[in-house]
């Protein structure tokens, strides 16, 4: 036994003790050097053969495990010589005039092929992106976390009515006086519209996003301030804020904070009433789920204090270091006992502004239709992939004699499955090129639905696609090619 080869080795072995692991012999074709492999797998072998009559056939099986791997080692692999990025680079370059061939033979499969995975890839960019848009509201705010809307869970008679977001403007004061844990709270009223005008430049317009609220608001929902004081901005009546592009608007380029602005709530111009700039701030991100250009200081802040009639404002709070919505539970319910007299089933819940936009307690989140475009876009992803597969797999019997030749004059089956992964590689890698093109062509007339939101980082993780990709259709197509004798392969297509 010991002077035959190793291949001989094998066989002997296997009819006279079946070999339990003969990946372990794989594993030492990967790294062994040729000269060494024979002499290497007759000891294993030897090994094995005493080590089955010592300690039966299971114990054998690990020991020759433990004895394959134990050849792994440096001054094992340095006896190799390197000379095979020589030959890959001769196996690319082969390759490539391969698939230019190929190209040129089938321009109507290369071409249908290509367009499939493109399309596909494009939608599913375009879905990605808007997955991602939906899913980053009030990133831009460092303390998101500790953020929260108060909702009502309201009930008549005792009976479940509805959840709102509104509340009364009095329960930004009970809740100072009540409840500790609170670091600030604010009020922000319902949107109206007025007609704005800047007398001395002569500019007016009607603006529909004019919302009162208090100071606080400003660090809550973290407005960026341009110009101007944000500590004693809207503290004063009288007083406004406004965004970038409202005050380039009214004012230019100029400084706008010390100017005026005369709004009127109705079309009469005679009830206008003068507010003093206070302040500039960035236009509000579009992954924002509060958005206004024009803020004023409440008319009657004494009024919203008192105001426990009707609920005309939305509340937000901002929690403690540590301290947790749980804990301002007993807070909540005795302020409910004082002033709720008609509903003894309301109570008020806390919701993070991270989860407004999904999973809003007032019904309104979107969190089916992302899912639903999760959804869509995975279908899609897996159809171009399955429609590439066909296509591959279609010209099955005409692969069939290229490859019985090329395995007549000695190519191995891992070149073949090389080739079909470096085909695989290329119509991946130029589909998704296009499918970038064609996304940043065609995302400016798609992003006006998401208010311009413009690419980001969701395209860099697509490229791991292309690689997993490559993998799976060459796990699928190359077997079947690469697998058979060329006899039978040359003989399938002689028929």
Not at 126 to 137: G, L, M, N, P, Y
Not at 416 to 421: D, T
Request: proline share 3%; aromatic share 12%; charged share 20%.
């Amino acid at each position: 036994m010991e002077d035959g080869t190793a291949a001989e080795n094998l066989r002997f072995m296997k009819r006279k003790f079946p070999l339990p692991s003969t990946w372990s012999f794989r594993f030492l074709r990967v790294f062994c050097p040729d000269h060494l492999l024979e002499e290497i797998e007759g000891d294993i072998i030897q090994k094995y053969n005493h080590d089955v009559k010592k300690y039966g056939e299971g114990k054998a099986g690990r020991r020759l495990i433990w004895n394959a791997i134990r050849f792994f080692r440096l001054s094992i692999i340095a006896r190799n010589k390197f000379d095979f990025l020589a030959n890959q680079n001769l196996m690319v370059r082969a390759n490539s005039k391969i698939i230019g061939r190929q190209i040129a033979r089938n321009t109507s499969f290369s071409m249908i092929s290509a367009l499939g995975l493109t399309v596909g890839i494009t939608v599913c960019l375009v879905i990605a992106q808007f997955v991602k848009f939906e899913r980053s509201f009030e990133d831009f705010n460092e303390n998101a976390d500790r953020t929260y809307r108060v909702n009502l869970y309201n009930t008549h008679n005792g009976v479940f009515d509805k959840i709102s977001a509104g509340t009364v403007s009095g329960l930004s004061q009970s809740i100072k006086e009540h409840l500790p844990g609170v670091d600030l709270i604010g009020r922000i009223g319902g949107k109206t519209s007025g007609i704005v005008s800047n007398v001395e430049q002569n500019i007016e317009d009607k603006e529909s996003e004019i919302f009162f609220a208090d100071n606080a608001i400003i660090s809550l929902l973290a407005l960026e301030f341009l110009n101007g004081d944000e500590r004693h901005a809207l503290k004063t009546p009288q007083s406004i804020i406004l965004s970038e592009s409202a005050a380039r608007k009214y004012f230019g380029q100029g400084n706008a904070v010390g100017n005026v602005l005369a709004i009127g709530f109705s079309s009469n111009s005679v009830d206008k009433k003068v507010y003093e700039v206070q302040g500039v701030f960035r236009d509000i991100p579009s992954n924002s789920h509060q958005r206004f250009n024009f803020v004023l200081c409440p008319e009657n802040e004494k009024g919203w204090n008192e105001n426990w009639a009707w609920s005309n404002v939305v509340t937000y709070i901002r929690l403690g270091e540590n301290v947790k919505p749980i804990d301002l539970e007993a807070g909540l319910k005795s302020i409910v006992k004082q002033h709720h007299v008609d509903g003894a089933g309301d109570r008020y819940l806390l919701e993070p502004i991270t989860k407004i936009r999904l999973h809003a307690l007032d019904g309104n989140g979107r969190a089916s239709t992302t899912n639903l475009a999760i959804l869509l876009g995975s279908v899609i992803l897996v159809l171009a992939w399955f429609n590439y597969i066909n296509l591959s797999t279609a010209r099955f019997f005409e692969r069939m004699k290229e490859v019985g030749i090329r395995k007549l004059i000695g190519a191995n089956r891992v070149q073949l499955i090389f080739q079909f992964l470096m085909e695989s590689f290329f119509f991946n890698t130029i589909s998704f090129i296009v499918a970038v093109l064609l996304f940043f062509v065609a995302w400016p007339f798609y992003a006006n639905f998401l208010d311009k939101v413009y690419p980001s980082r969701c395209i860099v993780v697509l490229p791991n696609y292309v690689l997993c990709w490559d993998l799976l259709s060459c796990h699928h197509c190359a077997p079947g090619f690469t697998h058979r004798s060329f006899c039978r392969l040359l003989s399938r297509c002689n028929r």
